[in-house]
Each structure stands twice: as structure tokens, then as C-alpha cells.
Nanobody, 124 residues
Framework: QVQLVESGGGLVQAGGSLRLSCAAS????????MGWFRQAPGKEREFVAG????????AYADSVKGRFTISRDNAKNTVSLQMNSLKPEDTAVYYC?????????????????WGQGTQVTVSS
């Protein structure tokens, strides 16, 4: 089992920044691809960003590309999401997820482990 705990969410004005963090415990963290997803009320859970186990490959949703940055620190068993130039449309519950796979997936159903989520609210 892998346990994931998100933190860093909160309320921020449009144009501001937040940094989310996900702490992992359980099985060896470094073998898992990691992803960030988000879900707003009335909407499906969507892919935000992902990073491969090696840290050398990242992927972003078009809606956040250029504004968000995903990174991981395998020595600390953490993955982070730096969110800049936040927009009201970014308001959602953000989830950290882990997947052991040869490729990095963008589909929520491919991920095996999930955190409980952290709320991000961006005011206009």
C-alpha cells in the first residue's frame, strides 16, 4: 500500500500563487509515476500534471501549461505542484495520485493510489 497526503491548499486571489505538496509513505516512492488531478463541483476529475518516476519526463494539461510546475524529490518522498498566475477556473479539490507503469498516464482510472485531496479556491 502507498499512502498519500496532500497539503498546501487554501484561498488565494486571482493572479496569486500556491504550492501544493504530497507526502508519500508505504512502498518505495521512487518507482511510481506521480500525478496531480483536480475536480470541481459538477465536473469530472481531470488531469493537471504528471511526472515520471525518473523525474525526467513531465506532462501538463493545456489549461495549466506555462503556469503550473510539477516536481518530485525522491529523497523526501514528496511531489509538489507550484501554481502561479492562478485563475478562478483553477478552483477545485486537488488530488495527488501514484501509478506504477512504464508510461505516464493522463487518465485518472490508471492510477492506483490517491490522497484525500486539498481544496484550492481562487477568488476573482
Amino acid at each position: 500500500q502507498v499512502q498519500l497526503v496532500e497539503s498546501g491548499g487554501g484561498l488565494v486571489q486571482a493572479g496569486g500563487s500556491l504550492r501544493l505538496s504530497c507526502a508519500a509513505s508505504g512502498r518505495t516512492f521512487s518507482i511510481y509515476n506521480m500525478g496531480w488531478f483536480r475536480q470541481a463541483p459538477g465536473k469530472e476529475r481531470e488531469f493537471v500534471a504528471g511526472v515520471k518516476w525518473s523525474g525526467g519526463t513531465t506532462a501538463y494539461a493545456d489549461s495549466v501549461k506555462g503556469r503550473f510546475t510539477i516536481s518530485r524529490d525522491n529523497a523526501k518522498n514528496t511531489v509538489s505542484l507550484q501554481m502561479n498566475s492562478l485563475k478562478p477556473e483553477d478552483t477545485a479539490v486537488y488530488y495527488c495520485a501514484a501509478d506504477r507503469a512504464l508510461i505516464m498516464h493522463r487518465v485518472a482510472g490508471e492510477y492506483d493510489y490517491w490522497g484525500q485531496g486539498t481544496q484550492v479556491t481562487v477568488s476573482s
